[in-house]
């Protein structure tokens, strides 16, 4: 008989036939079911569309327990990293998992560094876009083309081609992302400048000018690194399911980052940063607020207050308390006094987080809610919002990856489903076929 303590028993009542799959128990959260030979003993499925109970891998990553509104990185807390570290730092935590001495720490850096240069020729794929694109197109068709390059280090089995892949995407997005928002304002791209950290250089390469002399302003530098930091990492959430989904092939790395930007750009994810400026602009003032959260409340309005809610936060998400501070903070450093938008964004968060439905359902300010005003306060555009965050997120989706690659039991992702559509039907030949639907043919 085996270990009672490690099994748990499914009986089908129509049946009466009853199997028993092993518990297996991880470093700390919720144990996993091990239903690998599920379909294999009961001809079944599980049935878990979103995913809201299916854990898909092992991972010593990032560990995230929602009810607590707890956020770790390879065990260290996201509020001492955000206040304590820096984002190289973390990027090396992510992919080595130990903070860097400081002999690996500069290492890491100047590798970095020394990768931040792209092919002269990618600047050609820009002048294929709209000038009025949105960066996350750009972003999409810009990190897909890197696939195109770099020849000397695509075989992903071979751990040196995966390093060098690996630091050449850290390295190359805040360029390819700067050079996004400088091709939509029609100015020169800006160059990379080795004597810059990696947030230094994101800021110049956004706002210098060749004509001038640009000098980065620290505190603001201070606050993009701490904003890299908060979105680095965060467990498998849906863009990080896409690179380890699409990685699952073996396809090219690049191509599986440029999949990751694609599920990012949604507004239910990492797109819901733009949403909740707009939103906030659209609601205008907080007396407006009831009427919002009304249509929030309304089943039959899609509207949903962006920036509230999560799929495993059920408390704040720690991140949104650090965004907060850092906003104030930024604010105080420019200057800017009052802030309407900051003050309608306070106003709606006290008032929802003390209406019956939020507090019912759990529902509190994300990473989102508060990204949007910092931003907006450092004059980037509202469509660079969610390029931020993918440039956060590319070292989340390289070291998931390099986890995904180097674990032996991986396997290419392939999910089952619930058919649920027409089981059989005989041909019928066209001269006898009479239409059942209405019209589907395009306007
Ligand atoms: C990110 O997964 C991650 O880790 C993501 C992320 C990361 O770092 O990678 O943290 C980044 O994507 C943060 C989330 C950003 N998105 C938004 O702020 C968009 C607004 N939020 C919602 O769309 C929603 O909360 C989701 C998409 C974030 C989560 O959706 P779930 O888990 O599928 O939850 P749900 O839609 O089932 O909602 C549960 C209930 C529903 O009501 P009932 O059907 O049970 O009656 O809560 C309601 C929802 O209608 N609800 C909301 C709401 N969010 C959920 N109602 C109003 N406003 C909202 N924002």
Request: proline share 6%; with cysteine; glycine share 6%.
């Amino acid at each position: 008989m085996s270990d009672q303590k490690n099994t748990v028993s499914m009986t089908d009542n129509r049946t009466g036939k009853t199997w028993e799959f092993p518990v297996i128990e991880g470093s700390t959260g919720p144990d996993v079911i091990d239903i690998r030979r599920l379909y294999a003993e009961t001809g079944m499925f599980t049935y878990d569309p979103g995913f809201t109970s299916t854990g898909s891998c092992e991972s010593s990553i990032t560990y995230i327990d929602g009810e607590k509104g707890v956020l770790r990185h390879r065990g260290y807390d996201i509020a001492d990293l955000a206040e304590h570290s820096d984002f190289m730092e973390v990027s090396y935590l992510l992919l080595y998992g130990d903070l860097p001495t400081p002999p690996q720490k500069a290492k890491f850096e100047s590798d970095i560094t020394h990768h931040s240069m792209v092919h002269e020729q990618l600047h050609d794929f820009y002048t294929g876009f709209r000038r009025d694109s949105h960066p996350m197109a750009v972003m999409v068709g810009v990190i897909g083309a890197l696939s195109s390059f770099y020849h000397d280090s695509t075989d992903i089995t071979d751990p040196r081609h995966r390093l060098i892949a690996s630091y050449r995407m850290i390295a190359k997005v805040p360029t390819i992302a700067a050079w996004a928002y400088k091709y939509s304002i029609g100015q020169p791209f800006i160059y990379p400048k080795n004597n810059l950290s990696y947030a230094e250089n994101f800021l110049q390469m956004m706002y210098a000018v060749p004509c001038e002399e640009y000098m980065v302003n620290p505190v603001l530098a201070r606050a993009m690194d701490r904003i890299l930091i908060l979105h680095a990492d965060h467990e498998q959430n849906a863009s990080t399911s896409t690179v380890r989904l699409a990685g699952s092939s073996g396809a090219n790395p690049f191509a599986c980052i440029a999949s990751g930007i694609a599920s990012l750009w949604g507004p239910a994810h990492g797109g819901a940063n733009e949403a909740v400026l707009k939103m906030l602009n659209e609601i205008g003032h907080k007396d407006n607020i009831p009427e919002y959260l009304a249509k929030a409340k309304d089943k039959d309005d899609p509207f949903r207050l962006m920036g509230f809610g999560h799929r495993v936060y059920k408390n704040y998400d720690p991140r949104a308390t650090v965004m907060q501070k850092t906003c104030h903070e930024v604010l105080d450093e420019l200057g800017i006094a009052n802030e309407p938008l900051l003050d309608l964004a306070m106003e709606l968060e006290r008032i929802a987080l003390e209406d019956p439905y939020f507090v019912e359902k759990k529902l509190f300010p994300n990473v989102d809610f508060y990204s949007g005003i910092i931003f907006k306060a450092m004059n980037i555009p509202v469509s660079m919002y969610t390029v931020l965050f993918a440039l956060a997120r590319t070292v989340g989706w390289v070291a998931q990856w390099n986890e995904m690659i180097e674990d032996p039991t991986q396997k290419i992702g392939r999910p089952r489903q619930l058919f649920i559509g027409e089981v059989q039907r005989e041909f019928i030949p066209l001269h006898k076929r009479v239409s059942k639907n209405r019209e589907l043919a395009p306007e």
